[in-house]
């Protein structure tokens, strides 16, 4: 059973910056997908963040290349991502997930999901 | 940016009932669509890639169709369980852009 778990801080500063990390279990970073990370403001739809392939490969969102990085770790089957510069337009529930196997963008598999507030 | 379109955004249906959201796409992105439920307080769940085809697990009472810009998720009976809201998808090119969603409340 493949598990994705997000962990965060909860509450960030405004022009801070933001890291999440995803832990992956039951299945290695190092297969055939990409990881992606998403995010939903409260009551609002989803958005696409990010993908990044265990080569480092990475895709990212137009609107957040500016400030945004991220990182793979296979040591530790687990895949991060840096937002710098938030503001409280950057609240939402963050998700990781998986990409299928076979390097496809649609993703299988999800995390439960991290709140992150941005204010002072 | 490839803008996806959903309607209706809010559907009120009932139990057994046979109900068809669609998906419309700014741009041709062939059959390079996902749709996904999604509860509240949980995660979206993949029910249907590439346009038509179903997710190991899900119910066959969900289906899909569609190409190029237009496209469609059909419950064929509602369950109980199938209130939720649905949003489709495209990876035919990044920014990989999601519809608003429809919510499927109960009548």
């Known amino acids: 059973q493949v598990h994705l778990q997000e962990s965060g801080p909860g509450l960030v500063k405004p022009s801070d910056t933001l890291s999440l990390s995803c832990v992956v279990s039951?299945?290695?970073?190092?297969?055939?997908?990409?990881w992606g990370w998403f995010r939903q403001p409260p009551g609002k739809g989803l958005e696409w963040i990010g993908y990044?392939?265990?080569?480092?490969?990475?895709s990212y969102n137009p609107s957040l290349k500016s400030r945004l990085t991220m990182s793979i770790d296979t040591s530790k089957n687990q895949f991060s991502l840096k937002l710098t510069s938030v503001t409280a337009v950057d609240t939402a529930m963050y998700y990781c997930?998986?990409?299928?196997?076979?390097?496809?963008?649609?993703?299988?598999?999800w995390g439960k999901g991290t709140t992150v507030t941005v204010s002072s | 940016d490839i803008q996806m379109t959903q309607s209706p955004s809010t559907l009120s249906a009932s139990v057994g009932d046979r109900v068809t959201i669609t998906c419309r796409a700014s741009?041709?992105?062939?059959?390079?669509l996902a749709w996904y439920q999604q509860k509240p307080g949980k995660a979206p769940k993949l029910l249907i890639f590439?346009?038509?085809s179903l997710q190991s697990g899900v119910p066959s009472r969900f289906s899909g169709s569609g190409s190029a810009t237009e496209f469609t998720l059909t419950i064929s009976s509602l369950q109980a369980d199938d209130f939720a809201t649905y949003y489709c998808?495209?990876?035919?090119?990044?920014?990989?852009?999601f519809g608003q969603g429809t919510n499927l409340e109960i009548k």
């Open positions: 741009q041709r992105i062939s059959t390079w």
């Open positions: 039951g299945y290695s970073i190092t297969g055939s997908s990409w």
């Open positions: 990044i392939y265990h080569s480092g490969s990475t």
């Open positions: 997930a998986r990409g299928a196997p076979g390097s496809f963008f649609y993703m299988d598999v």
């Open positions: 998808q495209q990876y035919s090119s990044s920014p990989y852009t």
């Open positions: 590439d346009a038509s």
